[in-house]
């Protein structure tokens, strides 16, 4: 059994993070902490009372050291880069779910994330775990960055039109809708019930931190320069996002064949779905699974292309998306826990 | 007072009339009909018990034609058709809440509502009820065709653009986000409770019957074709639409500019309200008024515009704006029942 | 028209009585204030955009005096007892929507509110503010206190019983379950959105500081004292109360008995409604209205009866009971801006 | 590996089933069948697209009995005495989660479920599948009828108290929430989204088909008939049941000896959670698990007892308890496929 940790438990990545890993059968949870929460994970999360009796220390880097072969890190932005790189001295595995080891260039940390970044050689070293784009690479990552949740369901979406046409691509907006527990548990006036509750709306429009990710990781699969426009609206459920991806094409277009070009990037590929022509994914369909589901159509004129993804931002957004990182980096079969 | 009648009181259009036409100082509720559904309407609807004692009798034109001064149709598309005729022709003022006389060309119904139309010559006399742009010909209107929802909340949110600077626009993507309401009454699996809660999912993409609706309204006001690129989605709200549209420009726009021009346009218009640059609309400000409200965001590069624009699907998007249209056709103060 | 102040405008309370009294046709709002939120109102309260151009000042009495012939308290618990003895002794009338003024004892304020009261003397003059129960007394009110919410729907759903027949009642049952809107606008980490949605759970229970305050009433009506068993639930809606009253009977009851006993005591009343048998009340029937649902039935053995009384939280249960009391208090039309 | 079925693969109960049963390591799901449904179950339910490729068959008896070692039976009541009598006669395990083996006398499908009971002699031969009270029959039953979801939730919250102290029980009210799924997947106008959604209201108010059977299993644990008040009410929650159980005692009673009594009785249980004084169970720590969480407060005259009792009415009380069962019955480890 991989002994594994867990810091910020007191999060919803770190909870659905433990939920999944009681329930894996090749590692052990020997470590729970958090920044400020301390105290029985079972009173944290009462959902816990009779699955585990696990309690949460404030964070100690050697208490982790001691306790675990394999270290996620589900703190805020900023905070997980002050932690990992003692760890990955340590000779741990590290797999992070913040937003600290995801942009290649530090100097974009102070445009979108409003810091300093404190780890520029780990940075440089990070793997982007997004297997389905860098298994390889996944596997033999010690620092492994796990993907932001708008980023995942966007790249999956666009990757084999990415990766194989993208020459013919001239404009991609992106129009994600995300439930709240995307928003953390921060309390504020915001997320109360009754301004989320029959409530929609856009938020930090062109303007989200997940911006940049994004047209990073589009660029690579590219191999050119692309440029998005983003905009995150909240949706008045608990977890669960649809990205409706608007693609301006400089060729014509045919479903079928796009259809076709999907289905075999993705053949092997467990936890996506690519849906048949005319089918939409729905997020009651992802929600509480790793699965990403597609769904595709072309306009009349077959110059536009709608793309539609759907995931569980906690899930393979976050969490599930963790784990299979992890069963990769330890040679796990790579749906374990995750089915 | 002037005597109206509502035919198809059994839907959500023909509820929300009657509410606010029972607060309107001017008007008074003289016949309700529907197609199928009769008896008390404090039964049918138990909410207006102890508000009214009107009766709904299956629709009968000659009832219609001695009890009414003016008429409003919230009945089934391809339903109204088969009854304005005659009405307008009985001298009444009539108020159509369908689709029927929205189209100006009788060959796209064919296409978009599966079927022909049977009053080609009253679909040329209607006039169409957005009072921001058409205001002077609603004063004059005998056969009012109501806008539909999504539209309204598409054409005000695009209006002073398209009126004052079209030949910038390369290119429009409207992203619409709507209430379960907007489906109507219709008892279908997908629309049950279970179906749509904690669920969101796009439908009819790129293929909704409002397309062509938005596309004819928008190159009257360009002066040349316009196309679009909509896909409408279902949120798990009651009631609300929000639209997100992405302008592409051929030449740099500035939000202050773009803000000025907004301002302006709407300056004397009593629904519609123009946010202050970085205030995003919220379904929740409008939901049972008959605001429309917009926000407004530019790129970096400034060449895409993202229009936000929100209302009630119920009220500005159908029964609120066929009540202001009555108020102009009948020479009430605009406002009046709905503010 | 008589100048009214609204004391409170950053709650939900102040808020709906802002939204009634700016349709009211005989009172104009000359006063908002608040304890710590100043400013334009329609940046508190967007949806007031368009509506109204007042401003919301610290409160000073002073100027509340000079402003206002009658002033609503829409401040928390133990706030109110502050600020209403002066208005009082300005000669204003002052409607108090807290419960500072609802128990007769004041050493009932120390068990059940925390705190010692501050105003002992008006807490005698001040009167219950529930018309279908004390409309005389209200008519001459100056210190009007509203009933609560809970109380309210409880209150109606048992007068006629306890009025008429409280000698054959062996025990009562009052299991409450109320919208998230009845919390208030505390900024609490049970009340946001992800630990509300999809979730149901009892709080306070049988120590709700509601109990005293049906109690007391139910033992006026009754004329001897009536012990209740109250539990009050959150539900994941925005508004709306429904409360399931189990009675135990001394005696057989029928139940078509007890519906005229219902209907006959409440039948002069405008927004009390008497369902027929085998009809159930729904929130959805009340919510945004000033209505009492009243349902009943009756157990196989006629010693258990079951009231089941629905009422919007804000409205009958908070503002719009407060503007109830206003018109009988200045002798306007009851149903004046209710209906 | 067992081989096991499901009949009824079309409903709220049959999917969760599936989902449950994949994850199990000691069964293999070999045949799935339903009434009127056929086809893919990935279509039939989109969300095991890339979990399983079963196909969904027109119910053939000689088929289950070829496929099944074990079969459940997941379809409406008064459907399930059609079919189960076969499969015992065919020497298989058999567990049926409708109501159709609930009640021993079969006089009572009369008044309750409007039909004739067409297999009496089963009906005597059936077990009641609560593990906490009835393990031993459990482990050896052939034919297994599974508990409703009310009775499940009113049964475990008071169990120890009616097992050990009933001579002190004067009466018992129980008030039930329930979300949406409870009704399973009929297509009617009242479950539509905008029927339930901010919506809440009573139904079957003292006359639901649970009464029966939770009396049924009161009297038994009492010896001595038990009667009870009992009001089901609609949530609009997707899964989940809160009941209020109001139990009037003859004699005082402590909450602490109350709770010290729940714990003991409830100590080797793996799925109940007795909360400690003063904690109340809430939906969403129970939801889409096995467990039942119980609260207990005794009024401040000490002859009050609340108990809150909260289940996932699609698990605990039906699908998880079902594996539960079937856990038992085959001698598998009891939490099996449920943690």
Not at 117 to 125: F, G, S, Y
Not at 259 to 287: A, D, M
Request: aromatic content about 8%; charged content about 20%.
């Amino acid at each position: 059994m991989v002994k594994v940790g867990i810091v910020g438990i007191s999060g919803f990545s770190g909870k659905v993070l433990l939920d999944i890993l009681l329930r894996h059968s090749q590692v052990r949870v020997t470590y729970v902490a958090a920044n400020s929460t301390t105290g029985r994970v079972d009173e944290i999360w009462p959902e816990f009372l009779g699955r585990t009796s696990l309690v949460c220390h404030k964070y100690d880097q050697a208490q982790a050291v001691e306790a675990c072969d394999l270290v996620f890190l589900a703190l805020p932005h900023m905070e997980s880069m002050k932690v990992a790189g003692a760890l990955v001295k340590a000779g741990k595995k590290v797999v992070d779910l913040s937003a600290d080891y995801r942009l290649k260039r530090s100097s974009l940390y102070k445009k979108w994330y409003h810091g300093e970044h404190k780890d520029p050689k780990n940075l440089r070293k990070a793997v982007y775990g997004l297997p389905e784009m860098f298994r390889a690479k996944v596997k033999k990552a010690q620092l492994l960055s796990n993907p932001g949740c708008y980023p995942t369901a966007a790249l999956l979406g666009l990757a084999p039109l990415m990766a194989l046409h993208s020459g013919d691509v001239a404009s991609v907006v992106i129009d994600a809708k995300s439930g709240a527990s995307g928003a953390g548990k921060k309390v504020t006036e915001a997320l109360m019930y009754c301004g989320v509750n029959e409530n929609f709306k856009a938020y930090k429009v062109l303007q989200h931190q997940h911006t940049p990710e994004i047209e990073q990781y589009l660029s690579i699969m590219a191999e050119r320069p692309v440029v998005i426009a983003f905009v995150p609206h909240l949706l008045p459920i608990d977890s669960g996002i649809l990205e409706t991806i608007y693609v301006g094409m400089k060729e014509n277009v045919s479903l079928s064949a796009l259809h076709q070009l999907y289905r075999k990037f993705y053949k092997t590929e467990p936890f996506v779905r690519v849906l048949g022509p005319g089918v939409q994914p729905e997020i009651r369909h992802v929600v509480r699974t790793n699965f990403c589901d597609i769904g595709l159509a072309v306009s009349e004129d077959k110059r536009m292309l709608v793309v539609t993804s759907a995931i569980d931002n906690l899930v393979k957004g976050a969490s599930g998306q963790a784990v299979q990182n992890m069963n990769i980096m330890c040679g796990f079969s790579e749906t374990e826990g995750l089915l």
